[in-house]
């Protein structure tokens, strides 16, 4: 790395830093996770993120730990559907080693010594009776004894502690009205916790890089829909169904995004949050809402919408035809079966350069920042396509794309055949951000 590269880092990150400030984080730490040798770097990340303003709230996992320590006391332990049987016998073993990976955590995030980047960092660490569980029962006749589920997240309670800057450790353990202790997944509390506090995020730990496909390519981006389907393979190892199905469940409940992300990979979490590719799997939208390729059925729906933009002036007008032969260039944000937002490339391969085009939002939609998603697709698709600039005539928003990165240029830039067909008596501006 060059003396000046961690400078341009640093610069372009500071949107994403400010955008993560005063929201709420949940992150699941698996016991596998908290072994690897990569954790004291997920630490001292946890500790810039927090030291960023950054709520955090953090399940961690123990089935490594709790498998050893049942060995160590000549146990066996009993394993279905994935899901350890807790018996009242193996109970406070469970608890001694959830106990002491608690203890360990607390420690880890105490450090502050002077040559560490936690110096000075002065965490603190909150824990306590904040899940309340149920057992889960019996099952296909077999008795989980004490293995259990979320039932109720104190949401005030972890609330009051990260409005005083403290981050909230949640052990896979809860309790019931009966004063009984439950092993739980904490999977199922990070996801439960994270819906309960209508997260920003949710960030789940893996061994991979993310979800992997069946070539083993990383998938970086999933919906909810897509992501269900990709539960229902016979291949998916049964750990990753697990944390699949938590982020499943906490996007559907409330939660804006999921990101799967390796524990291994250094600065993974950093990488995940600050950049704009990441460094992992993305799970998010939900079923009243999505941003999808745009279908001849939706035709309609954007001439609803573009109709008062075209009339004002803001857009150039167009037929229902030519938006029929088209509408393969269109991406739209629906919700409830409304189109509530749309966005046209065109691209320009010569030049390797596109045209974003037609972009409106509902007047209703405008400061929920579903402008902002639909760029964020539009460059994404871009990308994807080998397009290395993206361009915007603008008439009326130039302060919006000039917010979002897009630079002053000329009209003589343009591509030729765009050139060919500019109209100069709208005398439309012309910006351009680079992409990559």
Not at 372 to 385: G, M, N, P, T, Y
Request: glycine share 8%; aromatic share 6%; with cysteine.
């Amino acid at each position: 790395m060059k003396s000046t590269d961690w400078l341009h880092g640093f610069r372009h990150s500071s949107p994403y830093i400010n955008a993560h400030r005063g929201r709420t984080v949940v992150l699941t730490l698996s016991g596998e996770a908290i072994a690897d040798a990569n954790f004291i770097n997920i630490i001292h990340d946890i500790t810039l993120l927090s030291s960023l303003g950054v709520r955090l709230v953090v399940s961690f996992g123990a089935r490594p730990q709790i498998q050893q320590r049942l060995e160590s006391a000549g146990q066996h332990s009993q394993l279905e559907r994935g899901v350890r049987v807790t018996t009242e016998e193996h109970l406070p073993l469970v608890l001694e080693a959830v106990g002491a990976l608690r203890a360990h955590l607390e420690s880890q995030l105490s450090m502050g010594l002077i040559n560490s980047p936690m110096h000075n960092a002065r965490i603190r660490v909150s824990s306590g009776n904040f899940v309340t569980a149920k057992p889960v029962g019996v099952l296909g006749g077999i008795d989980f004894g004490y293995t259990g589920r979320v039932r109720r997240v104190d949401v005030q309670g972890i609330d009051s502690l990260l409005a005083l800057g403290h981050i909230v450790l949640l052990p896979p353990q809860g309790y019931s009205p009966t004063g009984d202790a439950f092993n739980l997944s904490h999977e199922d509390v990070g996801s439960q916790v994270a819906a309960a506090l209508q997260a920003e995020k949710l960030i789940v730990y893996t061994p991979h890089a993310g979800v992997l496909n069946s070539e083993g390519h990383l998938i970086r981006e999933l919906s909810v829909r897509e992501a269900r389907q990709k539960l229902r393979d016979p291949a998916l190892p049964l750990q990753d169904v697990e944390r699949l199905r938590a982020a499943c469940e906490a996007c559907e409940r409330g939660v804006r995004r999921t990101h799967i992300i390796s524990f291994a990979e250094d600065g993974a979490l950093l990488e995940e949050l600050f950049t704009r590719d990441g460094a992992g799997t993305l799970v998010s939208g939900d079923t009243y809402e999505q941003l999808r390729s745009a279908r001849a059925e939706d035709i309609g729906g954007i001439v609803e919408l573009i109709q008062p933009l075209e009339e004002q002036g803001i857009l150039v007008r167009r037929s229902r035809e030519l938006l029929e032969t088209e509408i393969n260039r269109f991406v739209v944000a629906e919700r409830d079966g409304t189109i509530v937002g749309c966005a046209a490339l065109y691209p320009y391969p010569e030049e390797q350069a596109g045209e974003l085009s037609c972009f409106a939002v509902d007047s209703a939609y405008r400061r929920a920042g579903r402008g902002d998603e639909i760029l964020s697709w539009v460059e994404q698709l871009a990308i994807k396509q080998g397009i290395q600039r993206l361009f915007v005539l603008t008439t009326q928003t130039e302060h919006w794309f000039r917010e979002r990165g897009f630079q002053p240029s000329t009209v003589q830039a343009l591509p030729g055949p765009k050139l060919a067909e500019y109209n100069p008596q709208r005398n439309s501006k012309v910006f351009v951000k680079t992409l990559g």
